[in-house]
């Protein structure tokens, strides 16, 4: 194999195609990128046996064939190269030059037979959505995707696709986060895509709101084409819990309150929790405001914060972090928060709107 491309393009293509790589393993082939060079094209393959990436860029082939290359080392060497082109020429015994400019580094290939074959996943065209649409509903969800190994399901993001729409839902037992668009598609589906994809996914989208990503799913595989990309991705099998069911009809409770202002009192009133001091916030929703309180070893605040709030007085404890992290991702201006008693799950909406649905579980008082 020998070939000729351009630093930026192929330093780029690592770096991308490296986010399937295993970074240890005690098969080497699995630290590697595959590169195949044949006709105007080099294509690099980055696969961990649960997630690959694929890419493809512009290359002057001048001797076809495929090498696997340590990926780190491969990316470490072309990043430091100078800018122009790169000559890679692989000699019969495997021994590879990688040169730029007048740097010049060999390194010893490995056979690409080794590398283990993408299965034909045999994925169908699913539907077809904007770039800035699909990364605003994983990104306003993924917060949620539970890290319990001991749930495998819900580590990862719902995907209910139906002739109309796109429904993402993350949960992980303490939170729950949904979005959904109306979104055409070729077949109704619902598959669970593991957070890691997800991730990863949204590394490598373009930066072009109005560029398309392509989906293509069955029952075991799941694919995403999006900026000269494709990741195809295991699904997670397993039953994801009946989150309508969980959702609490009506409210007793309703508060409409600015956002970024209900941010900052909770953050306040988070500087005396700690790791190891992990009392609940204690939040009063009253007449024309909210109240706060919070007490550890370490002191106590009170704190307060206009709303307008209509039905029920209620004391309810939260976890801040959790609270934090649905109002954060809310990216409103306003929310509606409403509450069902003091030991409900809390929904959390936009002011207006039903842009996205956040449930958070209320924290039992020690002496309730």
Not at 78 to 87: D, E, K, L, S, T
Not at 173 to 181: K, M, P, T
């Amino acid at each position: 194999m020998k070939i000729i491309c351009d630093k930026t393009l192929l330093s780029a293509a690592i770096d991308g195609v490296s986010r399937a790589v295993t970074l240890r393993s005690t098969v080497p082939v699995l630290e590697g990128i595959l590169l195949k060079a044949e006709g105007f094209t080099l294509t690099l393959t980055g696969y961990d046996l649960e997630l690959g990436i694929v890419t493809t860029i512009e290359a002057n082939v001048l001797e076809p064939g495929e090498i696997v290359l340590n990926a780190k080392l491969l990316s470490d060497m072309v990043r430091r190269m100078p800018a122009g082109q790169i000559n890679i020429s692989v000699a019969d015994n495997g021994k590879t030059t990688i040169q730029g400019g007048v740097a010049q580094f060999e390194i010893q290939s490995m056979p690409a037979t080794d590398f283990p074959q993408l299965p034909n996943t045999g994925a169908e065209e699913t539907l077809t959505i904007k770039t800035g649409t699909f990364r605003e509903m994983v990104e306003r969800t993924l917060y949620a995707v539970s890290q319990d190994e001991k749930r495998p399901a819900h580590t990862g993001e719902l995907f209910e696709i139906g002739t109309e729409s796109l429904t993402v839902v993350a949960l992980d037992g303490f939170r729950l986060a949904i979005v959904e668009r109306k979104v055409p598609a070729n077949k109704e589906i619902r598959i669970i895509v593991p957070g890691k994809t997800m991730n990863e996914v949204l590394r490598l989208l373009a930066n072009d709101d109005e560029a398309e990503v392509r989906i293509c799913a069955n029952r075991r595989y799941v694919v995403f084409i999006t900026a000269g990309y494709t990741i195809m991705s295991r699904l997670i099998e397993g039953e994801f819990l009946n989150y309508k069911n969980v959702i609490p009809e009506g409210y007793r409770t309703q508060a409409v309150l600015d956002t970024k202002g209900f941010i900052e009192t909770i953050e306040r009133a988070s500087l005396i929790i700690t790791e190891r001091l992990k009392n609940p916030l204690r939040i009063t929703f009253t007449e024309g405001k909210v109240i706060v309180r919070c007490q550890t070893s370490l002191g106590r605040v009170v704190d307060e914060f206009a709303a307008a709030c209509e039905g029920e007085e209620v004391e309810i404890g939260f976890n801040n972090r959790y609270l934090l992290d649905a109002l954060r991702n809310a990216r409103t201006e306003q929310v509606r928060i409403q509450l069902s008693g003091p030991l409900s799950p809390v929904k959390i909406l936009p002011a207006e709107g039903e842009d996205f649905l956040y449930l958070v579980l209320p924290v039992r008082f020690r002496n309730d």
